[in-house]
């Protein structure tokens, strides 16, 4: 039976002569310790492998059911390929595996050969898994924005941009018209002829989908000048990759495109290379998620029948591996086996990835009664950090204070202990005496912070954390400058300032680089992988993560890296749960969980029991949910955590209004807005206000919902510009409602254009 949510991964690395590899479970990517296997290949064999494989998949085109021994001959050389490429190892496991998504992590001097077309003497790869490419490349690898899931899709075709492919305005203008009853799902744009590059360039990022129909022609003296014809010229990989900016790429390009008159076909491996994986490349490392191209000319029906049949299924929910696989055989069943233009096609991304269904749901989207009222990425600002970053103090520092007076670590214990009891002013009167005696004993000054934190006093914890970092940098002490730096960023990461919170990570991981101080190189990561996550970027966030634990992993011997290796399973589950892979988040969840108990860490399990509790709505089981609730806001409670308990509020209303009980659910909202003003947290606030408006919606009144919606807009003009463009959309929604405020709709409207 197959693991639902879980993909497996073929790895694959070339040296020489030699192909390294190992296929594991998406979820093992952090292990330690890995296994691979290797085998010799003759380069040379494998090329004219390759060449005969094209070669045969050009000659089938056409004539593949009257000559049934060249689709017989296409078949043995693909078993070959599998024979000679892959090890004893990685053939048992992709025999006997159950699970459906195969992500393929390959090399870029592997790309050329088609893996996807391996046979196992059974059956094709492609035909039994559900595949995507991943590329490791030696280009560097510019830092990009990753596009986040809206409400509404957007798309784009781009149909006979040259005016000369009348299948290919016909193939467009017949997908626009499929699939234009989906307006609640997509809004589709269509545009050809007079398609020129400038065009392209300028629209390119407005669109979550660019489908492409027209030519891709192939520079054999300059392969890099290959590119999508228009009509004035070539849209180039050198041309994408000027085009890498602040703004994001479309989550998916299909470029169904023929091949031209200067497609070389004595050289089918070179083109496939060049003008495929190259333009391919372009995309990917500008930020495109997926991109799926074809290896060979595009015969008019069988291209419209893949893309439709593979947009039918995308706009269904499902993954975008199964369109792939489910395309494939589509075309078999209505062309037969033989004719392989099944395997025209490749896809570049992560196969298990949906674009509709299990997106990202906003609290500022639509609720229903059949859609469990899920959270988007913004309420997940209740990280765990805001309780870790309190009571570790000592634990992880502690020792490295430096030579003080004795009564100056008594102090400071005694304030230790009367903060993790929540008695905040007591503690705070005996640190600022310990600060005036002694400035030295720098670990005073976070902890103070951390209690100004607490009370909702963030200007004040901003300037201990100032203090803290001027007086580490005056004693030259790189491990509390690195610490100071990473709290900053922190803070300025609660308060919705990204920008800034990010600088001041990255000034910790250099300084801890510099000192060669891995507990709080391993931080940094930590805290940079949840700003990706906060951003929706959850490829980066798990490489950073992964990081992150493989270095406190190899120390966990030592209690600080122990303790850092709890964060990271536990921030691994929210990323896991924000992707809504329950099965994985649970797992990490727990992993943590026994960390914290075994260090005897009670007061840091809030944050456990609230994301626990997220998935037990998910779950629809809202008893179970509501008890995890209570236990982590009584944790907050216990120890007068504002900023704890301004999110646990937010978390609480939204079950009640799942429940439908919205007296209940406004009543927590707005407990909710006195606290997140009081500590000025910026996304908490948008977050309750965006969740009062919903409230007062569903019970019907709807000057009250736009009252609370326009306050939510406000906020996240400033600090959000996607939250901004929902909370817009529900307003204009609700004026659309009421002809009689008509005005501010047009005002909408105006925006909007």
Same mark, same amino acid.
């Given at each position: 039976?197959?693991?639902?949510?879980?993909?497996?991964?073929?790895?694959?690395?070339?040296?020489?002569?030699?192909? %390294?590899?190992?296929?594991? &479970?998406?979820?093992?990517?952090?292990?330690?310790?890995?296994?691979?296997?290797?085998?010799?290949?003759?380069?040379?064999?494998?090329?004219?492998?390759?060449?005969?494989?094209?070669?045969?998949? #050009?000659?089938?085109?056409?004539?593949?059911?009257? &000559?049934?021994?060249?689709?017989?001959?296409?078949?043995?050389?693909?078993?070959?390929?599998?024979?000679?490429?892959?090890?004893?190892?990685?053939?048992?496991?992709?025999?006997?595996?159950?699970?459906?998504?195969?992500?393929?992590?390959? #090399?870029?001097?592997?790309?050329? *050969?088609?893996?996807?077309?391996?046979?196992?003497?059974?059956?094709?790869?492609?035909?039994?898994?559900?595949?995507?490419?991943?590329?490791?490349?030696?280009?560097?690898?510019? /830092?990009?924005?990753?596009?986040?899931?809206?409400?509404?899709?957007?798309?784009?075709?781009?149909?006979?941009?040259?005016?000369?492919?009348?299948?290919?305005?016909?193939?467009?203008?017949?997908?626009?018209?499929?699939?234009?009853?989906?307006?609640?799902?997509?809004?589709?744009?269509?545009?050809?002829?007079?398609?020129?590059?400038?065009?392209?360039?300028?629209?390119?990022?407005?669109?979550?989908?660019?489908?492409?129909?027209?030519?891709?022609?192939?520079?054999?003296?300059?392969?890099?000048?290959?590119?999508?014809?228009?009509?004035?010229?070539?849209?180039?990989?050198?041309?994408? +990759?000027?085009?890498?900016?602040?703004?994001?790429?479309?989550?998916?390009?299909?470029?169904?495109?023929?091949?031209?008159?200067?497609?070389?076909?004595?050289?089918?491996?070179?083109?496939?290379?060049?003008?495929?994986?190259?333009?391919?490349?372009?995309?990917?490392?500008?930020?495109?998620?997926?991109?799926?191209?074809?290896?060979?000319?595009?015969?008019?029906?069988?291209?419209?029948?893949?893309?439709?049949?593979?947009?039918?299924?995308?706009?269904?929910?499902?993954?975008?591996?199964?369109?792939?696989?489910?395309?494939?055989?589509?075309? *078999?069943?209505?062309?037969?086996?033989?004719?392989?233009?099944?395997?025209?096609?490749?896809?570049? +991304?992560?196969?298990?990835?949906?674009?509709?269904?299990?997106?990202?749901?906003?609290?500022?989207?639509?609720?229903?009664?059949?859609?469990?009222?899920?959270?988007?990425?913004?309420?997940?600002?209740?990280?765990?950090?805001?309780?870790?970053?309190?009571?570790?103090?000592?634990?992880?520092?502690?020792? $490295?204070?430096?030579?003080?007076?004795?009564?100056?670590?008594?102090?400071?214990?005694?304030?230790?202990?009367?903060?993790?009891?929540?008695?905040?002013? $007591?503690?705070?009167?005996?640190?600022?005496?310990?600060?005036?005696?002694?400035?030295?004993?720098?670990?005073?000054?976070?902890?103070?912070? #951390?209690?100004?934190?607490?009370?909702?006093?963030?200007?004040?914890?901003?300037?201990?954390?100032?203090?803290?970092?001027?007086?580490?940098?005056?004693?030259?002490?790189?491990?509390?400058?690195?610490?100071?730096?990473?709290?900053?960023?922190?803070?300025?990461?609660?308060?919705?300032?990204?920008?800034?919170?990010?600088?001041?990570?990255?000034?910790?991981?250099?300084?801890?680089?510099?000192?060669?101080?891995?507990?709080?190189?391993?931080?940094?990561?930590?805290?940079?992988?949840?700003?990706?996550?906060?951003?929706?970027?959850?490829? %980066?966030?798990? @490489?950073?993560?992964?990081?992150?634990? &493989?270095?406190?992993?190899?120390? $966990?011997? /030592?209690?600080?890296?122990?303790?850092?290796?709890?964060?990271?399973?536990?921030?691994?589950?929210?990323?896991?749960?924000?992707?809504?892979?329950?099965?994985?988040?649970? @797992?990490?969840?727990?992993?943590?969980?026994?960390?914290?108990?075994?260090?005897?860490?009670?007061?840091?399990?809030?944050?456990?029991?609230?994301?626990?509790?997220?998935?037990?709505?998910?779950?629809?089981?809202?008893?179970?949910?509501?008890?995890?609730?209570?236990?982590?806001?009584? *944790?907050? /409670?216990?120890?007068?955590?504002?900023?704890?308990?301004?999110?646990?509020?937010?978390? *609480?209303?939204?079950?009640?209004?799942?429940?439908?009980?919205?007296?209940?659910?406004?009543?927590?909202?707005?407990?909710?807005?006195?606290?997140?003003?009081?500590?000025?947290?910026?996304? @908490?606030?948008?977050?309750?206000?965006?969740?009062?408006?919903?409230?007062?919606?569903? %019970?019907?009144?709807?000057?009250?919902?736009?009252?609370?919606?326009?306050?939510?807009?406000?906020?996240?003009?400033?600090?959000?510009?996607?939250?901004?463009?929902?909370?817009?959309?529900?307003?204009?929604?609700?004026?659309? /409602?009421?002809?009689?405020?008509?005005?501010?709709?047009?005002?909408?409207?105006?925006?909007?254009?």
């Amino acid at each position: 039976m197959e693991k639902e949510g879980v993909s497996l991964i073929l790895e694959i690395l070339r040296q020489e002569n030699q192909l %390294k590899m190992s296929v594991f &479970e998406h979820r093992d990517i952090i292990s330690t310790v890995r296994h691979y296997s290797q085998c010799t290949v003759a380069t040379e064999e494998i090329d004219a492998l390759c060449r005969d494989a094209y070669h045969f998949l #050009d000659r089938i085109h056409g004539i593949g059911n009257k &000559e049934p021994d060249l689709y017989g001959n296409f078949k043995k050389t693909a078993q070959l390929l599998w024979e000679n490429l892959l090890t004893r190892p990685v053939k048992d496991r992709l025999r006997t595996s159950l699970l459906k998504d195969l992500v393929l992590l390959l #090399d870029e001097e592997l790309m050329y *050969i088609p893996w996807e077309c391996l046979y196992d003497g059974n059956d094709f790869l492609a035909l039994k898994f559900n595949m995507g490419r991943l590329l490791r490349s030696a280009e560097p690898v510019p /830092q990009v924005q990753y596009r986040s899931v809206t409400d509404k899709i957007r798309m784009l075709i781009l149909a006979n941009p040259t005016g000369d492919l009348k299948s290919a305005y016909l193939e467009g203008i017949n997908i626009k018209n499929q699939f234009d009853k989906k307006r609640d799902l997509i809004k589709i744009d269509f545009k050809s002829q007079e398609i020129d590059a400038l065009y392209v360039k300028k629209n390119l990022y407005d669109y979550d989908i660019i489908h492409y129909a027209g030519h891709c022609e192939y520079d054999a003296q300059d392969p890099k000048n290959t590119g999508w014809v228009l009509k004035d010229g070539r849209l180039s990989p050198a041309d994408i +990759g000027k085009m890498i900016r602040s703004n994001s790429m479309p989550f998916l390009i299909f470029s169904n495109a023929c091949q031209s008159a200067l497609h070389n076909r004595g050289s089918p491996v070179t083109t496939c290379r060049e003008k495929n994986y190259s333009l391919a490349a372009a995309f990917l490392l500008g930020g495109v998620r997926h991109y799926i191209g074809s290896i060979r000319k595009v015969e008019d029906e069988a291209g419209f029948v893949f893309a439709k049949e593979f947009y039918a299924h995308l706009f269904r929910g499902e993954k975008v591996g199964e369109c792939m696989r489910m395309s494939r055989l589509k075309l *078999i069943h209505e062309h037969g086996v033989n004719d392989a233009c099944w395997a025209n096609y490749l896809l570049y +991304g992560d196969p298990s990835f949906k674009m509709f269904g299990a997106k990202a749901h906003s609290s500022c989207a639509k609720i229903s009664k059949k859609t469990p009222f899920y959270l988007s990425t913004r309420k997940l600002v209740r990280l765990f950090t805001i309780a870790v970053c309190t009571s570790a103090v000592s634990l992880v520092l502690y020792m $490295q204070l430096p030579s003080v007076h004795p009564r100056s670590y008594f102090a400071f214990r005694q304030a230790n202990q009367l903060f993790l009891k929540g008695k905040n002013q $007591q503690s705070l009167t005996i640190l600022k005496q310990l600060i005036r005696e002694d400035s030295r004993f720098v670990q005073a000054y976070p902890l103070v912070a #951390d209690i100004y934190q607490r009370l909702g006093q963030n200007d004040q914890a901003l300037q201990a954390y100032f203090a803290y970092a001027m007086e580490s940098q005056k004693r030259k002490d790189g491990t509390h400058l690195a610490d100071a730096y990473i709290k900053i960023g922190w803070l300025y990461h609660m308060q919705g300032e990204y920008a800034r919170s990010l600088d001041y990570y990255h000034k910790g991981l250099s300084i801890s680089k510099e000192f060669h101080d891995k507990l709080n190189e391993a931080t940094a990561l930590r805290k940079i992988a949840v700003w990706f996550i906060d951003k929706g970027n959850y490829n %980066k966030a798990l @490489e950073l993560l992964t990081k992150s634990s &493989e270095i406190n992993r190899e120390r $966990q011997n /030592q209690a600080g890296h122990r303790y850092n290796l709890a964060c990271d399973y536990f921030d691994l589950g929210l990323l896991f749960s924000d992707k809504e892979d329950m099965a994985t988040a649970r @797992e990490f969840y727990n992993k943590s969980l026994k960390l914290f108990q075994s260090l005897k860490m009670k007061h840091e399990l809030s944050d456990y029991y609230f994301n626990m509790g997220e998935m037990c709505v998910f779950d629809k089981q809202y008893s179970k949910a509501l008890e995890y609730y209570q236990a982590g806001l009584k *944790i907050d /409670q216990a120890q007068n955590n504002i900023a704890g308990l301004a999110s646990d509020y937010n978390m *609480i209303g939204e079950l009640y209004i799942e429940l439908e009980k919205f007296e209940e659910a406004i009543a927590n909202f707005e407990k909710g807005v006195e606290l997140a003003k009081r500590i000025k947290a910026k996304p @908490e606030l948008a977050l309750a206000y965006c969740n009062l408006g919903q409230a007062y919606k569903r %019970k019907g009144q709807k000057n009250k919902a736009r009252e609370y919606f326009r306050l939510a807009q406000e906020i996240y003009q400033i600090i959000d510009i996607d939250e901004y463009a929902k909370v817009k959309k529900e307003l204009l929604e609700l004026y659309e /409602q009421s002809p009689s405020h008509t005005p501010f709709g047009h005002q909408l409207r105006k925006e909007q254009s």
